[in-house]
């Protein structure tokens, strides 16, 4: 009664009153905002504008062949994007199917069977990982990493699947140096786990614990729970969250480059060195000139086409999610 006594007290105080909106305010809010949203369009219109203006030579020089062409000869100028295409995706694709399942198995420890004492220092660990630079992963990857998946694997299978069909075409080194298409897929998984795995956990954190407790209510299992309630719950975000990591897994350079080889050619064999467009970029950007400078260009609007293409796909799959 006192309280509402005061209140109404105050409302009668007309020196107190709520003053009306000021639309100067609000027109320098909206406009603030406009400019803000507007600034990012055209940034990336500059950006597309200009890798497709430097490229275009290379585009009018070899046609739509430039897509499908695997030359790359600085001597004869003869250059093609199709190995740094299959290597962009390939590599990617490895880092999706290594990186997803470890980073929805973090999320949902975190979130549903870690112990309360020791799951913010997990969680900590995991996203400090978000911030080790690139190129310190490159250099894990080359010095560290390689030779023991040199010893420990690339010889062993290699050694175990030498003359089997397909198998053995997938899975045998000629070269067992410990660098490959296979070894930038693991390094990329490694580097987009923190970004899928925090992305989950934060959404699962989300879904109101009525549901869970419904679930066990009727008798369900913790698997059930996670199986028929969170992830469908949380599918939108996660799929939003892969679609990030795969971002990051297409667009990654120096880690790539310092582990894929840097080899020109296409092999069926995941365990062969490759190349990426962006580790070709960064190979061979600083020394370019002419013809070879519009043929990295034109690398360069291919993978920002790639990456749009890519954002297009996750879009129409977060929509057909939202509608099931």
Same mark, same amino acid.
């Given at each position: 009664?006192?309280?509402?006594?005061?209140?109404?007290?105050?409302?009668?105080?007309?020196?107190? /009153?709520?003053?009306?909106?000021?639309?100067?305010?609000?027109?320098?809010?909206?406009?603030?905002?406009?400019?803000?949203?507007?600034?990012?369009?055209?940034?990336?219109?500059?950006?597309?504008?200009?890798?497709?203006?430097?490229?275009?030579?290379?585009?009018? /020089?070899?046609?739509?062949?430039?897509?499908?062409?695997? /030359?790359?000869?600085?001597?004869?100028?003869?250059?093609?994007?199709?190995?740094?295409?299959?290597?962009?995706?390939?590599?990617?694709?490895?880092?999706?199917?290594?990186?997803?399942?470890?980073?929805?198995?973090?999320?949902?420890?975190?979130?549903? &069977?870690?112990?309360?004492?020791?799951?913010?220092?997990?969680?900590?660990?995991?996203?400090?990982?978000?911030?080790?630079?690139?190129?310190?992963?490159?250099?894990?990857?080359?010095?560290?990493?390689?030779?023991?998946?040199?010893?420990?694997?690339?010889?062993?299978?290699?050694?175990?699947?030498?003359?089997?069909?397909?198998?053995?075409?997938?899975?045998?080194?000629?070269?067992?140096?410990?660098?490959?298409?296979?070894?930038?897929?693991?390094? &990329? =998984?490694?580097?987009?786990?923190?970004?899928? =795995?925090?992305?989950?956990?934060?959404? &699962?954190?989300?879904?109101?614990?009525?549901?869970?407790?419904?679930?066990?209510?009727?008798?369900?299992?913790?698997?059930?729970?996670?199986?028929?309630?969170?992830?469908?719950? /949380?599918?939108?975000?996660?799929?939003?969250?892969?679609?990030?990591?795969?971002?990051?897994?297409?667009?990654?350079?120096?880690?790539?480059?310092?582990?894929?080889?840097?080899?020109?050619?296409?092999?069926?064999?995941?365990?062969?060195?490759?190349?990426?467009?962006?580790?070709?970029?960064?190979?061979?950007?600083?020394?370019?000139?002419?013809?070879?400078?519009?043929?990295?260009?034109?690398?360069?609007?291919?993978?920002?086409?790639?990456?749009?293409?890519?954002?297009?796909?996750?879009?129409?799959?977060?929509?057909? =999610?939202?509608?099931?």
């Amino acid at each position: 009664m006192v309280a509402l006594s005061e209140n109404v007290a105050v409302a009668a105080r007309p020196e107190v /009153a709520r003053r009306p909106p000021s639309p100067v305010g609000d027109r320098i809010f909206r406009g603030a905002a406009f400019a803000s949203a507007l600034l990012v369009l055209l940034v990336l219109a500059g950006i597309l504008a200009s890798i497709a203006y430097g490229g275009w030579p290379a585009f009018q /020089a070899f046609g739509p062949h430039f897509l499908v062409s695997s /030359a790359w000869n600085v001597g004869r100028e003869e250059y093609g994007a199709l190995v740094a295409i299959i290597g962009t995706l390939v590599s990617a694709l490895l880092a999706l199917v290594i990186g997803v399942p470890i980073s929805l198995g973090i999320a949902i420890y975190l979130t549903q &069977l870690c112990p309360g004492w020791a799951r913010r220092p997990v969680a900590m660990t995991i996203e400090l990982l978000a911030a080790v630079p690139s190129i310190i992963y490159g250099m894990w990857g080359l010095f560290i990493f390689a030779p023991l998946f040199a010893r420990f694997v690339q010889i062993p299978v290699s050694n175990l699947v030498e003359g089997l069909p397909i198998v053995g075409t997938l899975f045998y080194a000629q070269v067992p140096s410990g660098v490959g298409v296979l070894t930038a897929g693991i390094i &990329l =998984a490694i580097m987009i786990v923190p970004f899928v =795995a925090s992305i989950t956990r934060d959404m &699962l954190d989300q879904i109101p614990t009525v549901l869970r407790e419904s679930a066990y209510g009727i008798g369900c299992t913790t698997w059930e729970v996670v199986r028929h309630v969170l992830i469908p719950q /949380a599918s939108v975000s996660i799929i939003g969250a892969i679609m990030l990591g795969l971002g990051r897994a297409l667009g990654e350079t120096m880690a790539v480059t310092f582990v894929i080889g840097n080899a020109n050619r296409l092999s069926a064999s995941i365990f062969d060195p490759g190349s990426t467009i962006a580790s070709r970029i960064a190979n061979e950007f600083n020394e370019a000139d002419g013809l070879q400078l519009n043929s990295l260009m034109a690398l360069g609007c291919i993978l920002f086409v790639v990456t749009f293409i890519v954002l297009i796909i996750a879009r129409l799959l977060v929509r057909r =999610a939202k509608v099931a």
